[in-house]
């Protein structure tokens, strides 16, 4: 959080949930992960009606978009487990979305998670699962 969100969260009287804190520190961490790869970033926090995609990237002539799941520990299971088949469907149908916006570009798709661990508020590993599953059923696209 910079100087002047937590500026706003003070003078709202309401700091960010730890939570939500820690998922924005995820996506941040993401996104310079993955743009230390070569993935040219686009936008962060797509959101229609039908869902959310946390960051959207282009890798040549493929449209990559990314869910992005931060944890503390990994006790009980993988942070990816956590994108079930209506997180998904979720993503699928926001993906649509966004290319529609962008009136169907040619282009190759494809959905990646990363996860970012945590320790003590600082980044222990990035984690990226590139193509970790398809659009849903039964949308096409291309």
Same mark, same amino acid.
């Given at each position: 959080m910079n100087l002047w969100q937590r500026l706003a969260a003070i003078v709202a009287g309401k700091p960010k949930p730890e939570n939500l804190r820690r998922g924005e520190f995820g996506e941040r961490a993401a996104k310079k992960h993955l743009c230390s790869l070569g993935l040219k970033f686009l936008t962060a926090n797509f959101k229609t009606s039908r869902g959310e995609i946390d960051l959207v990237f282009r890798d040549?002539?493929?449209?990559?978009? =990314? %869910? +992005?799941?931060?944890?503390?520990?990994?006790?009980?299971?993988?942070?990816?487990?956590?994108?079930?088949?209506?997180?998904?469907?979720?993503?699928?149908?926001?993906a649509l979305d966004y290319?529609?916006?962008?009136?169907?570009?040619?282009?190759?798709?494809?959905?990646?998670? =990363? %996860? +970012?661990?945590?320790?003590?508020d600082a980044v222990r590993e990035v984690r990226h699962l590139p193509n970790t599953f398809a659009l849903s059923a039964p949308y096409r696209y291309g």
């Open positions: 040549d002539d493929c449209l990559v978009f =990314v %869910e +992005v799941k931060t944890r503390s520990n990994e006790d009980w299971s993988r942070p990816a487990a956590a994108v079930n088949a209506a997180k998904r469907r979720r993503l699928s149908l926001t290319l529609r916006q962008l009136r169907h570009p040619p282009l190759k798709i494809r959905f990646d998670i =990363v %996860e +970012v661990l945590l320790t003590d």
